[in-house]
């Protein structure tokens, strides 16, 4: 079974992504709205650039499901933004890096960039001074092998300890836009107390959701330094671009927003996180049979 994916709102672009010129749109694709806060960086570093985001908000978090599943929907949010017109694809997802980046590479080919993300664990073992730094995290990332990579390849060799932690309720409350409330500060501090108490003095954002958590965190631990991925995935989205001649020049750059779930319901939070009014418009996957 193939899947062919389609809009309710707009015809979908019948045109084979590897064709298109630099004008082109970049894709962008997160398992809910945690990877506007990469999209912010995108925008700033290449503001001719026309970006079209989906939030796979209907199957959101990925945390807890299994490799397949997350392999399986990462796909298929691929495949529709290759539909859209996309000429490369950004994955701010770290759940989805962990347990899809490869077998996207793979399914794109080599004409078709994909960009992962990978968790800040090289700057925060490069910056303590306790030799202890913390990873927060969803459960799908920290059992994933680019994390434990990236451990090995900077932290082990260093001597410096790397704590982990993750809570459920954390993407939730973020696709909620509960934000910096009680409820939010209260999880935050039963996940990682432990790692205060433990010595960390540098936390990796290892969810780009959390990095909408900020002023939760500094409220609780003023001291402590948080780290992410946001700039380093757009200046190699940037780097990638460039390599493969795709970098769009003298345009006046765009965004449009798509989500699997209710435009209506994802709309207002988009609002509060994005900090202005983008227009949400709702993305279906329609299943085709092939012989």
Request: charged letters at 20%; one cysteine or more.
């Amino acid at each position: 079974m193939l899947y062919n994916l389609g809009v309710t709102s707009s015809e979908p672009r019948k045109q084979n992504a590897i064709q298109h010129p630099a004008q082109a749109a970049v894709g962008v694709f997160d398992s809910g709205l945690g990877g506007l806060s990469v999209l912010k960086e995108l925008v700033k570093l290449l503001p001719e650039e026309h970006f079209i985001y989906l939030a796979d908000t209907a199957n959101c978090p990925y945390g807890q499901k299994s490799d397949a599943e997350i392999q399986r929907l990462s796909l298929e949010a691929m495949h529709f933004l290759q539909e859209q017109g996309a000429k490369a694809l950004v994955v701010p997802c770290n759940t989805a890096s962990a347990a899809a980046l490869q077998v996207m590479r793979e399914d794109a080919g080599p004409d078709f960039p994909v960009v992962g993300l990978v968790p800040a664990v090289k700057p925060a073992v490069e910056s303590t001074t306790s030799n202890t730094v913390g990873v927060l995290a969803t459960e799908g990332t920290l059992r994933g092998r680019l994390l434990q990579d990236v451990i090995e390849q900077f932290a082990v060799p260093r001597g410096v300890r790397v704590l982990k932690a993750t809570h459920p309720q954390l993407v939730p409350l973020v696709e909620a836009a509960q934000l910096n409330t009680p409820v939010t500060r209260q999880v935050l501090r039963q996940t990682l107390d432990p790692l205060m108490d433990a010595g960390m003095d540098h936390l990796v954002l290892g969810c780009t959701h959390y990095l909408f958590l900020r002023d939760a965190l500094f409220s609780l631990y003023p001291h402590l330094n948080l780290l992410d991925s946001g700039f380093a995935v757009a200046k190699q989205t940037r780097r990638v671009l460039t390599e493969k001649h795709l970098l769009a020049a003298h345009a006046s750059g765009h965004i449009e927003i798509y989500t699997t779930g209710d435009p209506e319901e994802v709309a207002p939070v988009v609002q509060t996180l994005w900090g202005e009014h983008l227009t949400v418009k709702h993305a279906v996957y329609r299943k085709e049979e092939h012989a």
